[in-house]
Antibody
Framework: EVQLVESGGGLVKPGGSLRLSCAASGFTFSSYSMNWVRQAPGKGLEWVSSISSSSSYIYYADSVKGRFTISRDNAKNSLYLQMNSLRAEDTAVYYC??????????????WGQGTTVTVSS | QSALTQPASVSGSPGQSITISCTGTSSDVGSYNLVSWYQQHPGKAPKLMIYEGSKRPSGVSNRFSGSKSGNTASLTISGLQAEDEADYYCCSYAGSLYVFGTGTKVTVL
């Protein structure tokens, strides 16, 4: 079964750090680009960051640039998001999502269940 | 990059058809034929419904269709059913980033 499972969310104080993980299974992880997408409580979806299959290309939304770092370990079938200098406005459910290639081209065709990050003092 | 513009809500009766618009700019929707649409039920992860503007992933009902004209993409749901009640988001690839729409709540009357 194709699956993505996020972990690492929690409560953190403003200015703090957190590292999210996304474990992939059921597909050849190293062949796919991956995204992080977040959703603040009661709000819409917001793209956060993308990483290509070999980590050659990495992009960030302006709202997180300089504070968040995306990375992956293809040997461990895992995607990561290191979040530093966290702010209240980073409070959200964070999803990892697979970017389709031959099928579902540039669509996010597999999503995890999400992990909740709360930034509050 | 600003969010794509969607109507906040759209409603319809069972069996009817509804259309959700998604308006961007010449830098995103207008430049790339890479608009995708997602359905999200409360408390659940988004689900891909349409990619490349008009293509359906395997398993998605053919009642869902997508199109694009200029800077505006559209999602049409025909034969509206109770289970279609959800939030819908468009998303455009824009070179090195993705832009989501503001989201539309679909209500089945």
């Amino acid at each position: 079964e194709v699956q993505l499972v996020e972990s690492g969310g929690g409560l953190v104080k403003p200015g703090g750090s957190l590292r999210l993980s996304c474990a992939a299974s059921g597909f050849t992880f190293s062949s796919y680009s991956m995204n992080w997408v977040r959703q603040a409580p009661g709000k819409g979806l917001e793209w956060v960051s993308s990483i290509s299959s070999s980590s050659s290309y990495i992009y960030y939304a302006d709202s997180v640039k300089g504070r968040f770092t995306i990375s992956r370990d293809n040997a461990k079938n895992s995607l990561y998001l290191q979040m530093n200098s966290l702010r209240a406005e980073d409070t959200a459910v964070y999803y990892c999502a697979r970017v389709g290639i031959a099928v579902a081209y540039y669509g996010m065709d597999v999503w995890g269940q999400g992990t909740t990050v709360t930034v509050s003092s | 990059q600003s969010a794509l513009t969607q109507p906040a809500s759209v409603s319809g009766s069972p069996g009817q058809s509804i259309t959700i618009s998604c308006t961007g700019t010449s830098s995103d929707v207008g430049s790339y034929n890479l608009v995708s649409w997602y359905q999200q039920h409360p408390g659940k992860a988004p689900k891909l419904m349409i990619y490349e503007g008009s293509k359906r992933p395997s398993g998605v009902s053919n009642r869902f269709s997508g199109s694009k004209s200029g800077n505006t993409a559209s999602l049409t749901i025909s034969g509206l059913q109770a289970e279609d009640e959800a939030d819908y988001y468009c998303c455009s690839y824009a070179g090195s980033l993705y832009v989501f729409g503001t989201g539309t709540k679909v209500t089945v009357l």
